[in-house]
């Protein structure tokens, strides 16, 4: 079963929203431990004591950097990036399963789940270095992926025609992250913060079944979270490193560096329905006939 991001994203606010407060548009800019607490600074509202702070923040997590250290000592390159995008006014048929353009060490996709077959979306991978960009600005994104793609056939131009348009831009570098102790003193990591990979990894859904797992050990020794992070994290860890792993080999998959390992070319078949090509992990390649 797939969930989108912005689904699942408005199904946890709205179960949430009426016993917990939420902060948009602000960020932890400081966190001090003291014998109370830990004192927390934010960026634009006044300062506050908490009992704990788990750091849910994602593959580049702030709360990380602050109480554990540079991102640099826990996060490594794995030599990709990978954009996202709907496309709410494709022109082209939607179906099912996804249709691919790949030349070496790029791959451009359009594709639709089963359950939304209406509802079109792109995706592009595409090797390369670690870049040095502007992780908040789309604009810098969109003129990384155009750089990328540019001049390539198939639907790519059209792609990149609309990329300017989009507001729903999800870019970043395919990375791993690791964390030898997900935890110090009254501070603590969950989902791709602690142990995850950006695609392949199964980092949404290891989040959820961490926060499940942290919330019982905390609800168990609420006045000892060290001894609840402590319990927490020799359940989980096993688990994600295990789902982790998938992530390590992602994008040379479907991007490979070159055409002879490259999937040969679909053939045209009397029956029009996509059919699976190859499972690998958690990632289902739909192999369907060509498009005109």
């Known amino acids: 079963m797939e969930v989108l991001r912005g689904d699942l994203s408005r199904i946890l606010h709205d179960a949430s929203r009426a016993t917990t407060e939420y902060l948009f548009g602000d960020t932890v800019t400081s966190l001090t431990e003291t014998p109370a607490g830990v004192d927390v600074a934010f960026r634009h509202a006044p300062p506050r004591t908490f009992d704990v702070v788990i750091g849910a923040d994602g593959l580049h997590s702030t709360v990380r950097r602050l109480a554990f250290g540079p991102e640099q000592q826990y996060v490594s390159h794995l030599g990709h990036y990978a954009a996202t995008r709907s496309l709410p006014d494709d022109p082209h048929p939607t179906r099912p399963g996804s249709v691919d353009f790949n030349a070496p060490g790029r791959l451009a996709s359009v594709a639709a789940a089963p359950a939304t077959p209406g509802r079109a979306g792109a995706f592009s991978l595409f090797a390369s270095p670690e870049l040095s960009y502007d992780r908040n600005d789309p604009a810098a994104h969109k003129a990384l992926i155009t750089r990328a ?30 964390v030898g102790t997900w935890s110090t003193g009254r501070t603590a990591l969950l989902g791709d913060a602690a142990c995850g990979a950006t695609i392949g990894g199964m980092g949404t859904g290891t989040a959820v079944v961490a926060a499940y797992v942290l919330a019982a050990e905390l609800a168990r020794t609420p006045e000892d979270p060290r001894t609840a992070f402590r319990r927490y994290e020799s359940l989980v860890r096993p688990y994600a490193r295990a789902c982790r792993r998938g992530g390590n080999r ?43």
Do not use: C, M
């Open 149 to 178: 793609f540019a001049g390539l056939p198939w639907r790519v131009g059209s792609l990149l025609d609309s990329l300017a348009a989009a507001e729903d831009l999800y870019f970043d570098s395919i990375s791993r992250a690791d």
């Open 250 to 292: 992602t994008a040379p998959l479907p991007a490979p560096s070159t055409k002879r390992q490259q999937p040969k070319p679909p053939q045209p078949t009397a029956n029009p329905t996509p059919k699976p090509h190859k499972s690998t992990g958690r990632l289902v390649f739909f192999r369907p006939p060509p498009l005109d």
